[in-house]
């Protein structure tokens, strides 16, 4: 089994199904938790191989972004079956897939091994700093949610049906999620690069209060 010529052909296969995307889970959204993940790999171990694929195609099951996910799922095994890769590799690869999603803190697959640790966290840092505010807002705005509403009311304890049915404003979700992430890594390593991307929208979000009023 040769893990380069997998690793190249699912590439191109994630560069294909994101091509089109506008919601912030595009290609290059995949590259950055592809290259993150390798980064917190080399720090805190684990099996290279799952990890790499798993950060490539973690994305192809999101809710958002496929309206059948066992589909997604299904065409996912079979793609590394048709390429000799192990039925434990990949019955690995796509545990660390779904539990990589956040869905309101109500996500029922929880994370098992370094793997799913690894491309857990690599995920959720490319939602945290000024890359995070860019998605947030890029994801904000191809759903015509409001930027930010000074009545809206930070919902507290979401099912996941509020979490991905209901409108809120863009500013609402850096308190019902992304300020909630630093608190959420798994791996030293990425609890350190969270906690200054966690200051910098602390700092982002003191700066858009004071000028959202349009006083100088």
Do not use: C
Not at 45 to 63: N, Q, S
Not at 112 to 136: H, K, N, Y
Not at 167 to 184: A, G, P, R, V, W
């Amino acid at each position: 089994m040769d893990h380069s010529h997998i690793i190249e052909d699912a590439k191109k296969w994630v560069h294909d199904f994101h091509a089109q995307d506008a919601t912030g889970h595009d290609y290059w959204h995949i590259m950055r938790v592809y290259n993150n993940a390798l980064s917190l790999q080399d720090e805190e171990g684990g099996d290279r191989f799952i990890i790499e694929v798993a950060a490539l195609f973690h994305d192809m099951i999101d809710y958002k972004l496929t309206g059948n996910v066992d589909q997604q799922i299904d065409e996912i095994e079979r793609f590394l079956d048709e390429r000799d890769v192990e039925a434990d590799t990949i019955r690995r690869i796509v545990h660390a897939m779904q539990a990589v999603s956040f869905k309101g803190g109500t996500n029922a697959v929880k994370v098992e091994s370094l793997e799913d640790a690894i491309v857990q966290d690599a995920d959720r840092l490319d939602a945290l700093g000024a890359v995070g505010i860019a998605r947030t807002f890029v994801y904000g705005g191809n759903k015509g949610h409001d930027m930010h509403h000074p009545d809206t009311q930070v919902r507290e304890n979401m099912t996941f049906e509020q979490y991905s049915q209901e409108d809120n404003t863009m500013i609402s979700h850096f308190y019902e999620k992304l300020l909630k992430l630093k608190f959420l890594m798994h791996t030293d390593t990425a609890k350190a690069v969270a906690e200054a991307r966690h200051q910098f929208m602390e700092n982002y979000l003191e700066q858009f209060y004071a000028e959202w009023d349009g006083k100088i």
